[in-house]
T-cell receptor, first 113, second 114 residues
């Protein structure tokens, strides 16, 4: 397995509170991605990073921000969580070319009450 | 823009029977095609991918997929399934030069019954 960990693995929070999810890799891959998985929608890209301090938006970025201060860590922040952000969040890594395999973390299940 | 449609949300099948999971994509440019599998309570892992060349691609665990450009399809097949193949399967596309971003289909749950 690629060395990707996500923390926490489960979280329950209340509407309006800030939440930060962490993705950590030991593979030194340049690209890191955050996806959310919802029934009937598959996985949708939230944000991605192509290097330290270099990030860009995906298709469902509203309400989310990201930061990458080190190659190995990619943080996803919900500034003020809403119930619509209840989901399973996956981090993935790759070397960044379109032919490359993405390697996925185990996921974080977030429930916003 | 690219899009991916998986035509079946659930596919029930008996053990040792053949199975086909269908995937259609739309794109105005060349794309690369992937199938990922997600076992219960796990992340996704790559089954196989089509980049170029032979349209029949073989992957792990006895799965294969055929790229059909004229029908814009990339269906996944296995001649004989096992209970352990019970999982969710995702078809995905990426566009050349697009930083590896993937567009996923909605997923198909394969339920293998004894």
């Amino acid at each position: 397995d690629a060395g990707i960990t996500q923390s926490p693995r489960h979280k329950v929070t209340e509407t309006g509170t800030p939440v930060t999810l962490r993705c950590h890799q030991t593979e030194n891959h340049r690209y890191m991605y955050w996806y959310r998985q919802d029934p009937g929608h598959g996985l949708r890209l939230i944000h991605y990073s192509y290097g330290v301090k270099d990030t860009d938006k995906g298709e469902v970025s509203d309400g989310y921000s990201v930061s990458r201060s080190k190659t190995e860590d990619f943080l996803l922040t919900l500034e003020s969580a809403t119930s619509s952000q209840t989901s399973v969040y996956f981090c993935a890594i790759s070397s960044g070319t379109s032919t490359d395999t993405q390697y996925f973390g185990p996921g974080t299940r977030l429930t916003v009450l | 823009a690219q899009s991916v449609t998986q035509l079946d949300s659930q596919v029930p099948v008996f053990e040792e029977a053949p199975v086909e999971l269908r995937c259609n994509y739309s794109s105005s440019v060349s794309v690369y095609l992937f199938w990922y599998v997600q076992y219960p309570n796990q992340g996704l892992q790559l089954l196989l991918k089509y980049l170029s060349g032979s349209t029949l691609v073989k992957g792990i665990n006895g799965f294969e997929a055929e790229f059909n450009k004229s029908q814009t399809s990339f269906h996944l097949r296995k001649p004989s399934v096992h209970i352990s193949d019970t999982a969710e399967y995702f078809c995905a596309v990426s566009k050349a030069g697009n930083t590896g971003k993937l567009i996923f289909g909605q997923g198909t749950t394969l339920q293998v019954k004894p």
